[in-house]
């Protein structure tokens, strides 16, 4: 893969998904890289050291998830990456 090599010789690489961090973070560590990430559809933006850069959110109202929880109705879906349950 080009990511890993590219990011080394000082090309910057941001990672963009509407998953949460912690979705995303895996495929980060699988590659080896440093970099921002921008999660929940641009909802949230965080350095390559996960300091929070913007971060807009809903009402409580309105909020679905938070910021480090995903919500699903089957956590055996195979696009699940990982499942902790707070029972």
């Not at 560590?29 to 850069?53: M, Q």
């Not at 109202?61 to 707070?86: E, G, Q």
Request: charged share 20%.
């Amino acid at each position: 893969m080009q990511i890993p090599h590219t990011c080394n010789n000082g090309t910057s690489f941001v990672l963009a998904s509407a998953r949460c961090p912690a979705a995303i973070e895996p495929i980060i560590s699988n590659y080896g890289l440093t970099c921002s990430i921008i999660a929940f559809s641009g909802g949230l933006i965080l350095d390559e050291n996960r300091s929070v850069l913007y971060e807009k959110g809903f009402t409580a109202k309105d909020a679905a998830y938070t910021r480090s929880d995903w919500i699903v109705k089957d956590p055996s879906d195979p696009r699940v990456l990982f499942y902790h349950s707070r029972q």
